[in-house]
Nanobody
Framework: QVHLVESGGGVVQPGGSLTLSCAASGFTDFTFSDYAMNWYRQAPGRQREFVAAIGRAGDSTLYGDSVKGRFTISRDNSRNEMYLQMNSLKIEDTGVYYC?????????WGQGTQVTVSS
């Protein structure tokens, strides 16, 4: 079972920036580079929302419409880590951010990190 730990959340003013990290461990039959990785978020009272995805080699990315042009997803397979650079943050970006690791039909989720955008 892949173990994921998010970090880097916090409180930031509108227009500010944050970088989230996701550290992965617990690999047995496969390595970090065998997993596609994603970020999701969930705001209070709302459904979980797709934020961004990155392919196994890091050469393909996909973003949710609400974050396109503001967020950048990346990964470092040598460090078993994934990142989410968030710029021009808006109040509606507030929520708990989760990273996921996906391979085939299976996946793992982290425990989440809180991001609060507030003036």
């Amino acid at each position: 079972q892949v173990h994921l730990v998010e970090s880097g959340g916090g409180v930031v003013q509108p227009g500010g920036s944050l970088t989230l990290s996701c550290a992965a461990s617990g690999f047995t039959d496969f390595t970090f580079s065998d997993y596609a990785m994603n970020w999701y978020r969930q705001a209070p009272g709302r459904q979980r929302e797709f934020v961004a995805a990155i392919g196994r080699a890091g050469d393909s990315t996909l973003y949710g419409d609400s974050v396109k042009g503001r967020f950048t997803i990346s990964r470092d397979n040598s460090r078993n880590e994934m990142y989410l650079q968030m710029n021009s943050l808006k109040i509606e970006d507030t929520g708990v951010y989760y990273c996921t690791a996906v391979r085939g039909s299976g996946g793992s989720w982290g425990q989440g990190t809180q991001v609060t955008v507030s003036s």
